[in-house]
């Protein structure tokens, strides 16, 4: 069975901080990860894809992949109340049809 | 506006009276999925649609029943429905699975008493 595990926080940051989310994955031919952003009661919005080894950035938002220790990440910079959301980190494998959801972190941005 | 529409957005109902949730698209999107989201278990994966008339099961297929007569068009059928189906439905589309996002509609809140 395919996993994704993410810590389901909640995480507390103040206003203009970095904060940090960590997913990692069981299945080691995972091609493609994908970071989406819900607020409650909200659909699944996707902030950041990232297909290779290393760092990819846009505006606030990093996300760093390391498929040999199976993890991805996203970092927010200067974080903003408006982040306040569940993140949800999901990953697509090269032999599936689908893609598999962590469970999401929740994150609160306390101004 | 590109989007991903689903009808209705709330519903109540009661045990064994079946029920559709439609599910469009205009991105023009091969592939097509439904996910239920329960409270600590995330996005599970319900059915999913690589094209027209191709459908398979995601995780949780039971009790449910999907079909594909045209492109922009996935609902998703609940044929009897039960309590244990009470649960936040999206639909999502994308153009190829691997290597491309889905976008999601903006849910079904289903209820079953």
């Known amino acids: 069975q395919k996993e994704v595990e993410q810590n389901s926080g909640p995480l507390s940051v103040p206003e203009g901080a970095i904060a940090s989310l960590n997913c990692t994955y069981s299945?080691?031919?995972?091609?493609?990860f994908f970071w989406y952003r819900q607020y409650s009661g909200k659909s699944p919005e996707l902030i950041m894809s990232?297909?290779?080894?290393g760092d990819k950035e846009d505006g606030r938002f990093t996300a760093q992949l390391n498929k040999a220790s199976q993890y991805v990440s996203l970092l927010i910079r200067d974080s903003q109340p408006s982040d306040s959301a569940t993140y949800l980190c999901a990953i697509g494998w090269e032999y599936g049809n689908k893609l598999v959801f962590g469970a999401g972190t929740i994150l609160r941005v306390k101004s | 506006e590109a989007q991903v529409t689903q009808n209705p957005r709330y519903l109540i109902t009661v045990t064994g009276k079946k029920l559709t949730v439609t599910c469009s698209q205009n991105m023009n999107h091969e592939y097509m999925s439904w996910y239920r989201q329960d409270p600590g278990l995330g996005l599970r994966q319900i059915y999913y649609s690589m094209n027209v008339e191709v459908t398979d099961k995601g995780d949780v297929p039971e009790g449910y029943k999907v079909s594909r007569k045209e492109k922009r068009n996935f609902p998703l059928i609940l044929e009897s429905p039960s309590p244990n189906q009470t649960s936040l439905y999206f639909c999502?589309?994308?153009?190829?699975?691997?290597?491309?996002?889905?976008?999601f509609g903006p849910g079904t809140r289903l209820t079953v008493l």
């Open positions: 990232i297909y290779s080894n």
């Open positions: 999502a589309s994308s153009q190829v699975l691997q290597g491309n996002e889905q976008f």
């Open positions: 299945d080691r031919v995972s091609q493609s």
